[in-house]
DNA sequence: ATCTATTCCTGGCTGC
DNA sequence: TGCAGCCAGGAATAGA
């Protein structure tokens, strides 16, 4: 599942192929990956060339002088530099003789294309690293609901996923069910510390290598492995040796150690 | 504002 | 061994 720090190896994986390149062109392979639209325009950006690649949450970002092209991994979804097509590839974007494959399983991967930023993109809250602790606190200042959810909302904190969400909570010490807008000054900027050190851990260690997720050459991450709460039900608390428990919040499997986690 | 359920999709798992 | 049934899950959407 591509989240944040997936996507930025994702990209500075592809940066030195893609940049500057002229894109020839695209083949939509199955047509539900791309957005309303986008086909149309992504033949209009054939014969220009890539700007920048940039990510953006968890957008990849294609920036040409007369448009963008965003593409969204959702949780199977690759993206690979000159890899053999197959049965998953959804999509081709053509560089000369050189190719960039969208792959996905499931089909759940978005292109969006148009002339500037899709909605998708331009509703993004903050990127957590232009967020400074005090503007976190601000953010999070009469919120009504639970920390969890809050922070799997794109819309509140770009780039956060199931697993950094949890992740960061345990690195916190703070209970997924928390009331996001009760957190003490002191625990609200534990959490912000938590959540830049996780995502910098996690981009340094390659990403998190859960099901499918590989970068732009096809390298798996090893962020798994230091995982210290997430998918690790049962097992002993690396701070404490309480097992780690399981409940599910907002539809999603939440891991986190009871102890060091307590409720309040 | 916040919550829940539903939808999309398919590999992998469970249980018989 | 085979197969039906269920599950995971990011995000949009509808409805409460």
């Given at each position: ?12 994986s592809?940066?030195?192929h ?15 990956v ?13 014969g ?8 953006r ?31 998953w ?33 331009a ?30 909302d ?20 703070i209970h ?66 309480a097992p ?21």
């Amino acid at each position: 599942m591509p989240e944040l720090p997936e996507v930025e190896c994702i990209v500075r994986s592809l940066r030195p192929h893609v940049e500057g390149r002229r894109l020839s062109g695209v083949d939509i392979r199955s047509p539900r990956v791309a957005a309303p639209g986008a086909a149309a325009w992504l033949g209009r950006l054939a014969g220009s060339a890539v700007l920048r690649i940039e990510r953006r949450g968890k957008f990849i970002l294609l920036q040409f002088d007369s448009g963008i092209c965003a593409i969204h991994l959702r949780m199977t979804g690759r993206l690979l530099w000159n890899a053999i097509p197959g049965a998953w590839t959804r999509a081709v974007f053509a560089f000369g003789q050189d190719r960039l494959l969208l792959d996905d399983i499931r089909q759940f991967a978005r292109i969006h294309a148009g002339p500037q930023l899709p909605d998708e993109v331009a509703r993004l809250g903050p990127e957590p690293f232009a967020l400074t602790a005090a503007g976190f606190r601000a953010r999070l200042q009469g919120r009504r609901g639970r920390i969890k959810p809050l922070l799997l909302d794109q819309s509140f904190l770009a780039g956060l996923g199931n697993i950094y969400v949890d992740e960061s909570l345990h690195r916190a010490r703070i209970h997924p069910l928390a009331q996001a807008g009760r957190l003490s000054r002191p625990r609200a900027e534990a959490l912000h510390r938590a959540i830049l050190a996780v995502l910098e851990e996690a981009i340094a260690a390659g990403g998190s290598s859960i099901s499918d997720y590989v970068d732009g050459a096809g390298r798996k991450g090893g962020f798994q492995r230091l995982h210290r709460v997430y998918g690790r039900h049962g097992q002993p608390c690396p701070d404490c040796g309480a097992p780690v428990r399981r409940i599910v919040v907002a539809q999603r499997g939440t891991w986190f150690c009871p102890r060091c986690q307590p409720r309040r």
